[in-house]
Structures are given as structure tokens and as C-alpha cells.
T-cell receptor, first 112, second 114 residues
Framework: KQEVTQIPAALSVPEGENLVLNCSFT??????LQWFRQDPGKGLTSLLL?????REQTSGRLNASLDKSSGRSTLYIAASQPGDSATYLC???????????FGQGTILTVHP | DAGITQSPRYKITETGRQVTLMCHQT?????MFWYRQDLGHGLRLIYY???????DKGEVPDGYVVSRSKTENFPLTLESATRSQTSVYFC?????????????FGSGTRLTVV
């Protein structure tokens, strides 16, 4: 059974810092990995999707890497802003159509 | 508006009652999913559907029933609600194509069983 772990569970940083969120998974036979953002009381917003054959994806200040063989992914956020405050979720799929297994998330607080 | 709409946003029901959570998508995505989100467990898949009239169980299907008579609708029914089904329920849709798919979540339904 696939298990996804995210570290740290919570993170509080001052505005402007670069930060790294970590995700690990137990079964390396994944099809892809996604990072989501969840604001309080809201649904999930997809941030980045990395196919199993890829090493990284970038979108603006976000960069996600994938090391499939070691079962790890990192989400790098550059020059953090208070608007980045949210819960960040990592999810892996063992299929091409997105039946996802989620980690429990990292709660990020960026204070001015 | 395009996207996924879940209704109701909030629901309080009594133990033993049947309750149906609605999910409607306008993307014409083939795949639809129901997840529940609980403290300490994160998001877990309840049921999913690959197309109209095709559904399958996820990780935690017991006590739930789904149907998909039309591509755009994927209702989730709790046949006899229990307190352990108090949770936030999310519907999602995706489309598979060229090894890349988009994944869209609804805003969720917060269900309380008393």
C-alpha cells in the first residue's frame, strides 16, 4: 500500500525567505506526482504535476523536483510572500488517470 | 460557470438518515472522484468513476454508494449515516490525455452527523 509522508507538518517563516517542503512515498512505481495548495475552507488547487519520467517542473516561484528511485519530491518556494500561506499537499498516482494517494500536508505560514 | 460544483456546502444530519452529496462538472472530464478529508488521515479516496455507468471502489468505500448516469454528475450517497462519516467531502474530476491530465477539485461539502 502506498504511503505518502510530508515533512515538516508546519512551517512558519518571515516574508522573503526561500523554503523547501518535503514529500516521500514508499512505492516508487508511480505514474506521476502532484503538488496542491489548499486554503482554509477551500478546495485544492493543482500547482505542479511531474510525470514519472521527469525530474522537475517549474511554475513562477515554484519548483518541484522528483527522485522516483529514492521515493522523494521537494517543493521549492522562492521569495515567499504572505499570500503563499496555505496547506501544501503532495499526492502520487500509480495510474494514468489520477487515483491519488495524499500526504497529510504542510501548513505554511509566511508572516510579514 | 465552468468547473466543479458541490452541493450542499454544509449539511447536518442525524445518525441513520440517508444523505446525498451532489457533484456536477462542466469540463466533460471522463474521470470523477470522491475523497474525504479528516484530521489525522488526510484525503482518502472513497469511490471513482472512469465514465458514465462505470464506478469502482477506492480506499474507504464502506457505507457509501455512488452512481453516474450522466458524465457530468457523480452523486455520493450515505445510505445510513454514522458519526464516523462526519468529514469534509471533496469531488474531483480529471481527464487523461497524452500522459498529462488536469485535476480539478470542488469546494467541498462539510458534513456533520449527530
Amino acid at each position: 500500500k502506498q504511503e505518502v509522508t510530508q515533512i515538516p507538518a508546519a512551517l512558519s517563516v518571515p516574508e522573503g525567505e526561500n523554503l523547501v517542503l518535503n514529500c516521500s512515498f514508499t512505492d516508487s512505481a508511480i505514474y506521476n506526482l502532484q503538488w496542491f495548495r489548499q486554503d482554509p475552507g477551500k478546495g485544492l488547487t493543482s500547482l505542479l504535476l511531474i510525470q514519472s519520467s521527469q525530474r522537475e517542473q517549474t511554475s513562477g516561484r515554484l519548483n518541484a523536483s522528483l527522485d522516483k528511485s529514492s521515493g522523494r519530491s521537494t517543493l521549492y518556494i522562492a521569495a515567499s510572500q504572505p499570500g503563499d500561506s496555505a496547506t501544501y499537499l503532495c499526492a502520487v498516482s500509480g495510474t494514468s488517470y489520477g487515483k491519488l494517494t495524499f500526504g497529510q500536508g504542510t501548513i505554511l505560514t509566511v508572516h510579514p | 460557470d465552468a468547473g466543479i460544483t458541490q452541493s450542499p456546502r454544509y449539511k447536518i444530519t442525524e445518525t441513520g438518515r440517508q444523505v446525498t452529496l451532489m457533484c456536477h462538472q462542466t469540463w466533460s472530464h471522463s474521470y470523477m472522484f470522491w475523497y474525504r478529508q479528516d484530521l489525522g488521515h488526510g484525503l482518502r479516496l472513497i469511490y471513482y468513476s472512469a465514465a458514465a455507468d462505470i464506478t469502482d471502489k477506492g480506499e474507504v468505500p464502506d457505507g457509501y454508494v455512488v452512481s453516474r448516469s450522466k458524465t457530468e454528475n457523480f452523486p455520493l450517497t450515505l445510505e445510513s449515516a454514522t458519526r464516523s462519516q462526519t468529514s469534509v467531502y471533496f469531488c474531483a474530476s480529471s481527464e487523461q490525455g497524452a500522459r498529462v491530465f488536469g485535476y480539478t477539485f470542488g469546494s467541498g461539502t462539510r458534513l456533520t452527523v449527530v
